[in-house]
């Protein structure tokens, strides 16, 4: 899509969002440098090595400059939510969501996005390295652990922003899901490439991390798959919205292997072929540690609550589950995030529907 040469009209969104979108006050284009939390997160941290006299101060503050400069020369291109006259032809906020939800093609997608889509995601990347090393910064320079802490919840919101892009074109793609659903997620993913932020995924995120951290603390054994309903007990305890996925949607299969996946840490095949093994050597069960052993492979089943093991993580069972899809062979054809997101954008979706029948009827 060459958008080198460029003039662009604002139209009237009216033509391609409902009310109730445009109710959302969320519609001015350009990317979002720095919410008004990060803004502060930022000043504290600047303050602080100020006041120590640190000579990485300059190199901050050169990266906060890089960060904004980059910004600004994505701003240059083409708003995703404004018609533009581009050389390949007339683009608008509608056709982009028709060739979303109407697109058939498998594989990387890259070169079909728009411009603007490819050069945020690296800002974003870029960005969440700036408070991934804020975060180092922050310990050496003595912040509090509360400011600390709240730059660490940052560089996890914007990872979950990462995947919230993945799972959004994966979503749009699924001919499964009601079109309506189809069109509010193509929505979602034009304002999350323009402004790459999401109150979607800022109000998910949360939950998913908790659920990722309990995780971490749990030792199911592998064989019996115990831990499960570890999981489950402990779901019950984080959030309303999680809690109500899994007494849902728990007893689908592709959700159930998902969950599988996603709590053991490896794939459904050797899932399947651990099961086989154990039954056919009469063991009921064996720790993490044992795994890589009696499937004859090196595994890792150890997690962490490192963000980037969170995303490398999902990443291998988003391609997993892509590959299963395009060959149609037995195993989730989703991920755990994919299922879980889903669900709460349709609860979503179907709560903002029956609120406005509800006000449409006579007092």
């Known amino acids: 899509m060459n958008e080198s040469k460029s003039d662009f009209t604002t139209v009237d969104i009216n033509e391609f969002f409902t009310e109730d979108e445009l109710s959302q006050d969320s519609f001015k284009t350009g990317i979002v440098i720095f919410t008004e939390k990060q803004r502060q997160l930022v000043k504290a941290l600047r303050s602080a090595l100020t006041e120590i006299k640190s000579e990485r101060l300059d190199r901050f503050n050169r990266r906060i400059e890089d960060l904004k400069n980059l910004a600004a020369a994505i701003a240059s291109f083409p708003s995703l939510l404004e018609r533009a006259n581009l050389t390949g032809g007339t683009r608008t906020p509608a056709s982009l969501i028709d060739s979303l939800v109407n697109s058939n093609r498998e594989g990387d997608t890259t070169l079909q996005l728009p411009s603007k889509a490819t050069l945020g995601k690296g800002f974003l990347v870029a960005k969440l390295h700036t408070f991934s090393s804020m975060e180092k910064l922050a310990r050496e320079s003595g912040l509090d652990k509360k400011t600390t802490a709240a730059i660490h919840d940052e560089t996890i919101a914007m990872m979950f922003l990462l995947l919230a892009e993945d799972v959004y074109l994966n979503l749009i793609r699924d001919t499964s ?34 659920v990722w951290n309990a995780r971490t603390r749990l030792a199911p054994a592998f064989g019996t798959m115990m831990g499960t309903s570890e999981l489950i007990m402990i779901s019950f305890q984080l959030d309303e919205q999680w809690s109500q996925f899994i007494k849902t949607m728990l007893g689908d299969p592709g959700v159930n292997q998902a969950m599988e996946e996603f709590l053991f840490g490896i794939s459904y095949e050797q899932i399947t072929r651990l099961k086989e093994l154990l039954r056919e050597k009469g063991i009921a069960a064996i720790s993490r540690d044992e795994v890589s052993s009696f499937l004859d492979e090196d595994v890792k089943t150890n ?39 889903s669900f709460v954008m349709d609860s979503n979706r179907k709560k903002q529907e029956k609120d406005t029948v509800a006000q449409k009827i006579p007092q």
């Open 177 to 210: 899901l009601p079109m309506a659903s189809r069109r509010q997620l193509a929505i979602s993913l034009l304002l999350l490439w323009e402004h790459r932020a999401d109150q979607n995924i800022t109000d998910i995120s949360p939950v998913l991390h908790s």
């Open 303 to 341: 997690v962490s609550e490192d963000y980037r093991d969170f995303f490398q993580q999902y990443s291998l069972r988003r391609d997993n589950a892509r590959a299963r899809k395009r060959l149609n062979i037995p195993g989730p054809h989703k991920t755990l995030e994919d299922y879980f997101i």
